[in-house]
């Protein structure tokens, strides 16, 4: 009878430790927004992967995404967003040279070809978008790639991560996942201890 009793015990715990992951699971899935159909993305090319030619990727991608959301933040055209964008050019070309120094780049708009990325339990297909596609020196490194209009920019697609200033959000995600998996020990505890197990 004991181990019948303990083995119903088992079930409910794995079964509300299961129900709670899903319900993590879920609503951390739900932050993240479908990428729509009108949509003009940046994406950044980086010399190599060496750490301080990604480094110099990571600056141009904070100054220009940065600059790029304060004009289209509040616009609710895609044609007023590539109006803007194709006017201003020049500056994006400027912020560029600024963070690069010597470095040769270049900044092109237009239809750009991008890889499938899976983000999130997501699939992004890859293909051609419309996109800004800044390329720093030979441009054989690591990309980033994010979504100007409408301004996703604080979502990192490129490697799953939140970037800018959502880096506390994402570590109080991660804490409050710690602290889930501690009371489901404590669950498992209690209930051994009242069988004596």
Known sequence: ????????????VIQFVYMESSVVSQSNSDEYQVIPDEAIRL??????????????????????????????????????????????LDQIETIVAETVGDQTFSVDYGEVEFPDKVYDNLV??????EAILISIGEAEGDNWWCVLFPPLCFVDFSNGATVL?????????????????????????????????
């Open 43 to 88: 994406r950044i090319l980086a010399n190599s992967n060496s750490d301080k030619d990604q480094e110099l990727k990571r600056e141009v991608r904070d100054r220009v995404s940065e600059e790029i959301t304060e004009w289209v933040e509040d616009l609710t055209s895609i044609n007023e967003a590539r109006e803007i964008i194709h006017n201003n």
């Open 165 to 197: 200033d959502h880096d506390d959000e994402k570590q109080e995600e991660q804490e409050e996942e710690e602290e889930e998996v501690e009371v489901s020990f404590f669950l498992w505890d209690w209930i051994k201890g009242i069988f004596n197990v």
């Open 124 to 129: 992004y297909p890859g293909g051609e978008y």
């Open 1 to 12: 009878m004991k181990y019948i009793l303990m083995g119903i015990a088992l079930v409910l």
